[in-house]
């Protein structure tokens, strides 16, 4: 039989099923893949009902529904005064995924480079490397995840295309500064270079932080594809209905390749999306305070068993090292051993790298009900401390 594609079939199952299916097999909490485990609002909920019932369930427009389409252009417009015109400037997918999927093959042309900042969200350098780009890795380190400029900067090259960045990033929990974000502007203007913005996490932002998308900045207005998921900003992962605002050059070459993947996306979805994003401020604001809380009452937890923990600004995860515990094997087997002996499962955090260098940390999801939470550190409280 001939071979498959050598690029995808090098890769493994995501760490995200393969710690879930872990977790079911040893009934353990999941506090593995990111998923919130109580469903979004019932009113978001109840237009989707309707509109499933009631509306048209045929193909709806490639690039979106138009209340969709419009409804991301005012979101983006009211909350970071964008400018987006929604008939050019905004794309409707299947998640965030694919539309970062469809940005790639429509920017990147075989050769192009991309620089990419680890610990890296795992889609990204497949679909890259399924394009044909070449990533040039650049890492934050913990504990502060501050952005090294200089190896930032020797990433670039004259066959740069492309920069993904993931602010609030994805498992750092790291959210850009405006200085950073800067910096980052300087280089793609320098190596004429465009961005692909995952910034799926944005109303996820704690401790008073602001998130800064980086389109907003001087320059990057016609260099940034910015996308966004209502996974994460309503709390329903398995609904994939992404939204990206963008230039129309941006938008119509990631839509040359979205015609051919998905082409369209559940049409009452879109709806019921469309009237979420149009809702009050105060529900986004609400949405990152709740996190917040969790992320406190996680990582209290955490601590007092042993754990160190590391500083969470954005999303729904919380990086620990659990060497404090006593515990010298690798990720890997320490998150096997906490989901099969311990009954709660986490994320190994070398997942996100490449290198094999990176072994002792593993990540924690706190997009759950507090009891949850509070029976997962008491799994852990027996587990290590009694
Ligand atoms: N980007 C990041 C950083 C993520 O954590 C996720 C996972 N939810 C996604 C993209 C995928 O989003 P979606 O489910 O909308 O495809
Ligand atoms: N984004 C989720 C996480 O980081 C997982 C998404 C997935 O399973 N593909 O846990």
């Not at 048209?56 to 005012?74: C, F, H, I, K, W």
């Not at 890795?137 to 960045?165: C, H, I, N």
């Not at 990057?220 to 994460?232: H, Q």
């Not at 593993?362 to 401390?385: Q, S, Y």
């Amino acid at each position: 039989m001939k071979s498959h594609n050598p690029v995808l079939a090098g890769y493994g199952t995501t760490i995200f099923t393969v710690m879930s299916a872990l977790a079911v097999e040893h009934e353990a909490i999941n506090l593995g893949q990111g998923y919130p485990d109580t469903d979004g609002p019932t009113d978001i909920r109840r237009v989707a009902a309707d509109a499933l019932s009631e509306g048209s369930n045929q193909y709806p427009p490639m690039l979106g529904v138009p209340e969709l389409r419009q409804a991301t252009a005012d979101h983006n417009n009211r909350l970071y005064d964008l400018g987006i015109d929604w008939q050019t400037e905004t794309m409707v997918s299947c998640g965030a995924t694919e539309a970062i999927a469809a940005s790639i093959f429509g920017i990147i042309e075989p050769g192009d480079e991309a620089v990419m900042i680890e610990p890296l969200y795992d889609c990204y350098l497949p679909l890259l490397e399924r394009a044909g780009g070449i990533p040039k890795l650049v890492r934050v380190e913990p504990p502060g995840w501050d952005l090294p400029y200089d190896k930032l900067e020797q990433a670039f090259s004259a066959k740069t295309k492309l920069l993904v960045l993931n602010t609030p990033m994805n498992p750092a929990a790291k959210v850009f500064t405006l200085q950073e974000l800067e910096f980052i502007a300087s280089l793609l203007e320098k190596y004429d270079a465009y961005a692909i913005c995952d910034e799926v996490y944005e109303h996820l932002v704690y401790d008073g932080q602001q998130h800064i998308p980086l389109m907003t900045l001087p320059g990057m207005r016609e260099r940034c594809v910015r996308v966004s998921s209502a996974g994460k900003t309503f709390s329903m992962t398995g609904w994939k209905v992404g939204y990206s605002v963008g230039a129309s050059d941006l938008i119509t070459a990631a839509a040359k390749a979205h015609q051919f993947l998905t082409f369209t996306t559940a049409p009452n979805l879109q709806k019921a999306v469309a009237y979420g994003l149009a809702k009050e401020n105060s529900y986004f604001r609400k949405l990152g305070q709740d996190m917040q809380a969790k992320r406190d009452r996680l990582a209290r937890g955490l601590a007092e068993i042993g754990f160190e923990v590391l500083n969470t600004e954005g999303t729904y995860f919380l990086t620990t090292d659990f060497r404090p515990l006593g515990f010298l094997d690798d990720d890997m087997q320490f998150c096997q051993h906490l989901t099969t002996e311990a009954g709660v499962a986490a994320v190994p955090f070398s997942a996100f790298y490449q290198g094999a260098d990176v072994k002792h940390y593993a990540r924690f999801c706190f997009c759950k009900r507090d009891e949850m939470l509070d029976a997962a550190l008491e799994k852990l409280r027996i587990h290590f401390v009694r």
